[in-house]
């Protein structure tokens, strides 16, 4: 009888000691207001997946158990936007609140381009990208995407071409021979491209 009275205010203290979580993910939006029904995931350094969470009301995950050692904060899953935080270490008997920005932005790649997105990159003989370049084109009509004239400091010139034309122009700068441009937009191929012109010294 001595041994069960002894035992139950040690077993009463041991239930009344709180759960240690290892791992608070706090996700926001760019406004500042929390993300509910996100995934968010605890991989090992093997990046397999150790725990899984979804965030809440308050946009707040736990993931109360975690393995030794370093350990990555993944949230988002496969989907666009998708971030992680990386080399984490779990606190001893302390919950470490994470606190991560994310913004989902799955459907972008549905958007229809209503043409193809070509990105021509103007280098010189050694590679670098040249900046200042001209692209003149006898297509002078208005653009339905913001696209760019003159290259910029990564030697990028922004031309859209609407389906099924073809866009000729020439590229040129003072002391560089002139060189010419043409990129046809068809449907059913990739709508983004590059197109790399190296310009000689004259």
Same mark, same amino acid.
């Given at each position: 009888?001595? /041994?069960?009275? *002894?035992? *139950? ?5 041991? &239930? ?11 996700? =926001?939006?760019? +406004?500042?207001?929390?993300?509910? !029904? ?6 090992? =350094?093997?990046? #397999?997946?150790?725990?899984? @969470?979804? +965030?809440?009301? !308050?946009?707040? *995950?736990?993931?109360?158990? @975690? ?14 936007? @998708?971030? @992680? ?21 799955? !459907? ?5 381009? !209503? ?28 653009? /339905?995407?913001? &696209?760019?004239?003159?290259?910029? =400091?990564?030697? =990028? ?11 000729? %122009?020439?590229? #040129? ?10 990129? #046809?937009?068809?449907? %059913? &191929?990739?709508? #983004? ?10």
């Amino acid at each position: 009888m001595t /041994l069960v009275f *002894a035992a *139950a205010p040690l077993l009463s203290a041991a &239930q009344d000691e709180p759960e240690y979580c290892a791992f608070q993910i706090h996700v =926001r939006s760019p +406004t500042g207001a929390p993300v509910k !029904g996100v995934s968010v995931a605890l991989l090992k =350094r093997s990046g #397999e997946t150790f725990g899984t @969470a979804v +965030t809440d009301e !308050g946009g707040v *995950a736990k993931i109360c158990d @975690a393995p030794g050692g370093l350990v990555d904060v993944e949230v988002g899953g496969q989907l666009c936007g @998708a971030i @992680a935080v990386r080399h984490l270490k779990a606190f001893w008997m302390k919950t470490r609140r994470v606190f991560i920005t994310y913004e989902n932005c799955s !459907g972008e790649e549905f958007v229809p381009m !209503g043409g193809c997105l070509l990105t021509i990159r103007t280098l010189n003989e050694s590679g670098l990208p040249i900046r200042g370049v001209l692209f003149d084109s006898p297509d002078k009509g208005p653009a /339905l995407r913001p &696209q760019t004239s003159v290259s910029d =400091r990564f030697g =990028r010139i922004f031309r859209f071409i609407r389906y099924g034309e073809i866009l000729t %122009g020439h590229v #040129e700068k003072p002391g560089y021979a002139t060189s010419s441009v043409t990129d #046809e937009c068809k449907s %059913g &191929q990739a709508p #983004e491209r590059e197109q790399v012109v190296v310009l000689t010294r004259k």
